[in-house]
């Protein structure tokens, strides 16, 4: 499957952003989807994934409460909205898919080029 990213940009903190990921060439329901980040200088982070049906999320708990990733099956595009931002929120955001429900970036075979969210202060 072939994931674009899209949907960055800059926003004060306290604000509130949607990247959105669109797939392209799989079966997107079968897929767990998942979003990670990359802050300048620091390695690759978990932040959600979500089932193929959407029914089962998981969080890091640095987003918990103030991030929600839901998809749409019929458009194959996943979305990550983020509320209450935050300046330690500001890294690239990359999407991935896999077929079992991981955090470890290692586990996730598909990715996405990745759009920077920059959180001002």
């Known amino acids: 499957v072939q994931l674009q990213a899209f949907g960055g940009g800059l926003v004060q903190a306290g604000g509130s952003l949607r990247v959105s990921c669109a797939a392209s060439g799989g079966s997107f329901s079968t897929y767990v989807m998942g979003w990670f980040r990359q802050a300048p200088g620091k390695e690759r982070e978990f932040v959600a994934t979500i089932s193929g049906s959407g029914a089962r999320s998981d969080y890091a708990d640095s987003v918990k409460g103030r991030f929600t990733i839901s998809r749409d099956n019929a458009k194959s595009t996943v979305y990550l909205q983020m509320n209450s931002l935050k300046p330690e929120d500001t890294a690239v955001y990359y999407c991935?898919?896999?077929?079992?429900?991981?955090?470890?970036?290692?586990?996730?075979?598909?990715w996405g080029q990745g759009t920077l969210v920059t959180v001002s202060s």
């Open positions: 991935a898919a896999t077929w079992g429900y991981y955090r470890d970036p290692k586990n996730f075979g598909s």
